[in-house]
Each structure stands twice: as structure tokens, then as C-alpha cells.
């Protein structure tokens, strides 16, 4: 079930963001025309995955900014905390595209995989400039893996959103 909520950040960076950034989580991380944020409820090595309207793959083996990503990029890939990873489009890059982009949460390497007892919750939080326009959260109760496709039949599925 996916659930829209409000978004949290409550750990300050230090050094201070710059004006291209916002902290997440006591990181900086790149906004720009579009940020898609990615957190997780515990430490482990979760992935973003974003699909964008030319069904280009973002993710940690496909960072960017290039033609395969259509000009996104990764900027932060957490792997042992529980998050922030983000894909943005920064202002002195190309404008996204436009069209419906799909966000999922791929668990890559967890001490316990995601299960009834021990659960995952991924926040996916998607913001145009500094103003977030939608979140998603998703309790995982099993271990989904995917990087090959980001669409409504993953198992990984977080949500879509349309650019602009």
C-alpha cells in the first residue's frame, strides 16, 4: 500500500548546504528543476531506481548525468545508513522531460531482509526547485530487488508523478 505523508528534516549539515542543495537527513543533497529523495526506516544499503518518461534507468550502476539518464543524476548513494540517495535535474543542466517518471525502492543488501517481523519503510519524497510536491512511503514485508525496469508491476514500485 502505498501512502502519501509529510517528510521530515530533522538532522542539520554541517557544513551548511549550498544554495544548489537542502539537507536531508544531515546530508546535502542537489535540487534543481526535479529531486526525487529516497529514505529508509533501517540501516542497511537501499537504491533508488527511477525510471523517467523515456524509460531511462537511474540508479546507482547508471548515476549520470548523460543521454542514459536524460541528463538526471545520482549525487548521493548511501550505503550503510538509512538513506538519503537522490536523483535531480540541477538548473544548469537540460529540463527533464516531460512525462510520468516511476520511483522504486530496490533493497540491495540488508543484515535481515525485509520481512513480516522486520519490515522496511521507504519515503520517497519528489520536490520542483525547494518545494516538495509529493511523497510516497511503502512497507516492504519481503526482500524485492530490481534495476532492469521501474514501473507499476515492480515489486519494487514506490509511485508515479507527472513532470512538469
Given amino acids: 500500500m502505498v501512502k502519501l505523508i509529510g517528510f521530515s528534516l530533522d538532522i542539520p549539515c554541517s557544513p551548511a548546504c549550498t544554495s544548489q542543495q537542502t539537507c536531508v537527513k544531515g ?6 528543476y526535479l529531486s526525487i529523495t529516497l529514505t529508509w526506516s533501517r540501516a542497511g544499503d537501499g537504491d533508488i531506481v527511477v525510471a ?31 538513506g538519503p540517495e537522490n536523483v535531480f535535474w540541477t538548473r544548469s543542466s537540460t529540463v527533464p ?7 522504486c525502492f530496490s533493497q540491495y543488501s540488508f543484515n535481515i531482509a525485509a520481512n513480516s517481523t522486520y519490515p522496511i519503510t ?17 512497507t516492504f514485508t519481503s526482500n524485492n530487488r530490481g534495476y532492469s525496469a521501474c514501473n507499476s508491476n515492480s515489486t519494487t514500485f514506490m509511485g508515479s508523478f507527472t513532470y512538469p
Avoid at 55 to 76: C, F
Avoid at 97 to 103: A, F, I, K, S, V
Avoid at 122 to 138: D, E, M, P, V
Fill in 52 to 82: 523517467t518518461p523515456n524509460n531511462r534507468i537511474i540508479y546507482y550502476q547508471n548515476k549520470g548525468p548523460s543521454s542514459s539518464t536524460d541528463q538526471g543524476q545520482l549525487d548521493v548513494d548511501d550505503l550503510t545508513g538509512t
Fill in 97 to 103: 522531460p516531460t512525462g510520468l517518471y516511476n520511483t
Fill in 27 to 32: 546530508v546535502c543533497v542537489g535540487i534543481g
Fill in 122 to 138: 521507504a519515503t520517497i519524497k519528489i520536490s520542483r526547485g525547494t518545494n516538495t510536491t509529493l511523497t510516497f512511503q511503502k
